[in-house]
């Protein structure tokens, strides 16, 4: 379709994109807290394990001795174990002992091997008022690496983080906060081998109450974000939206009402093709769409929504405004107008191309009455020019026609659709595109600027802005018809 600004969607895959690295270490460690000659030491739970290098006799190599005090409290960054306060302090050199405490630590350490080669160890340290403090790193048989620490007090506050990157690339990193009421927080982000990129965030209340969002986007550009919030009563609210790599969904994306105004002011400032519909233009284009008895000016005429309302008997009918991306919003991968669930992405394209062939399929008799809905320039939102113009009428069986005419070829086509009296939404095709389908509503196209979308098929939908245009001088426009089509 000329003027539309086609351009090929891409693949519909949705992102496959795996996260998380496949190790396979099946790695585990056992506290064990013996004592032995009035001090604490962790026994290892693996084999081959020797104490080596205590006392300046044994084996060269302190890989698996015990640590000392000093090597601890460099490793967890522990100043002292009042409450473990100092953690993430910097490196200590000594640690300060108070005289009642000494060096009573817990000391529980251990490595292990998996039955498929993954490896991993640990440490985790108690104080003796009850604070723990731990660490862990793993590797997997196939490359896949993670780590992770964490600190927990003896009232039940906790905290903690973990990255962990896979054999192929991926990566990802969480990390969280408990507290010793029940109020939790975490966030974490991971990116996939292939560019796939996701992150969430969250937080619960000690009272129930739970907040959260999240997006995601995929190594193909489609992007999907959600968030919500839930009171401990049980109220909740939340919103989401998908984008596609070109545009699927976008055109739901909301476009305020002075962006709108600011692109339909350039356009009508740059517009220059008054002449179209007029004397003559008719003999030019033999197969353009015409009705008969309009009078010169007629094709131009703007359409309110009093004579729309009359014209179909609609009384005291509420009109319905096709706001997309404030009333007419995609969420998941369903579409909801006024809140109302009006089905998949796919079913609301369908329905459009459904409304749009039962028109084309109609044939008016050759007397039939049109209502005039006026011209309209057709440009993509936020730009400063159109080289597409729209001429729409109606008649009372809902039949839209009309001409598409793309001043940049300087061709034109036959517009063929209808409008639904019921829900006022209006949709329509190109020439012989019945691909491709524009939708609007009825009350749209009685404002000086109108949202639209585009449905390029099934696979993308972009929103357009028709900009209703007034000839100052309608003398030199006419209708050379004698009967409509």
């Given at each position: ?311 179909f008997g609609y009384g005291n009918v509420t009109p319905i405004y096709y706001d997309y991306g404030q009333t007419v919003v995609y969420q998941g991968d369903n579409v909801y107008i006024n809140g109302q669930d009006v089905g998949t992405s796919d079913q609301y394209y369908d329905q459009a191309t459904e409304l749009a062939e039962a028109g084309a399929e109609s044939k008016p008799d050759s007397d039939t009455q ?116």
């Open positions: 379709m000329n003027g539309f600004g086609q351009s090929d969607f891409g693949a519909s895959s949705r992102g496959n994109s795996g996260f998380g690295a496949s190790g396979g270490s099946d790695a585990g460690m056992r506290r064990s807290g013996s004592r032995t000659d009035g001090g604490r030491r962790g026994d290892f739970d693996a084999t081959g394990m020797q104490a080596g290098n205590r006392g300046g006799a044994g084996r060269s190599g302190d890989r698996f001795s015990t640590p000392s005090q000093n090597q601890l409290n460099s490793f967890l960054g522990l100043p002292s174990d009042s409450g473990l306060q100092g953690l993430g302090a910097g490196n200590r050199t000594a640690a300060t002992r108070s005289p009642e405490r000494g060096s009573n630590l817990d000391i529980n350490y251990g490595t292990k091997q998996g039955d498929r080669g993954g490896q991993a160890a640990g440490i985790a340290v108690t104080g003796p008022q009850g604070n723990t403090a731990g660490r862990a790193v793993g590797v997997g048989a196939e490359g896949g690496a993670a780590t992770a620490s964490g600190v927990r007090g003896a009232e039940g506050n906790a905290a903690g983080r973990a990255t962990a990157v896979g054999p192929e690339g991926g990566v990802a990193s969480v990390g969280g906060i408990r507290g010793s009421e029940g109020g939790a927080a975490a966030r974490g982000a991971a990116v996939g081998p292939d560019g796939g990129v996701a992150a969430a965030r969250g937080a619960r209340g000690s009272e129930g109450g739970v907040a959260a969002r999240g997006a995601a986007v995929g190594p193909d550009g489609r992007a999907v974000a959600a968030g919500g919030v839930r009171g401990p009563g049980g109220y909740g609210a939340g919103r989401a939206v998908a984008v596609g790599p070109q545009g699927v969904a976008a055109g739901f994306t909301r476009v305020s009402p002075s962006a709108r105004y600011t692109t339909a002011v350039s356009v009508r400032n740059g517009y220059s093709h008054w002449d179209l519909y007029g004397r003559g233009w008719y003999n030019r284009y033999p197969g353009a769409w015409y009705a008969a008895g309009w009078v010169a000016g007629s094709a131009w005429t703007a359409c309110s929504w009093n004579s729309a309302a009359a014209y049109w209502l005039p809905l006026g011209v309209f320039a057709l440009t993509q939102s936020g730009k400063q020019q159109s080289n597409v113009t729209l001429q729409l009428a109606v008649n009372k069986e809902g039949v839209i026609r009309g001409n598409y005419t793309d001043t940049a070829t300087d061709k034109n086509q036959v517009i063929q659709g209808s409008v639904d009296k019921k829900t006022q939404r209006v949709a329509f095709t190109v020439g012989d595109n019945t691909n491709d389908v524009v939708e609007t509503g009825l009350y749209n196209l009685t404002k000086d600027e109108a949202p639209c979308l585009i449905h390029f098929g099934n696979e993308k939908t972009e929103q357009w802005l028709l900009v209703r245009l007034e000839q100052n001088d309608p003398s030199g426009s006419g209708s050379d018809a004698g009967s409509s089509q």
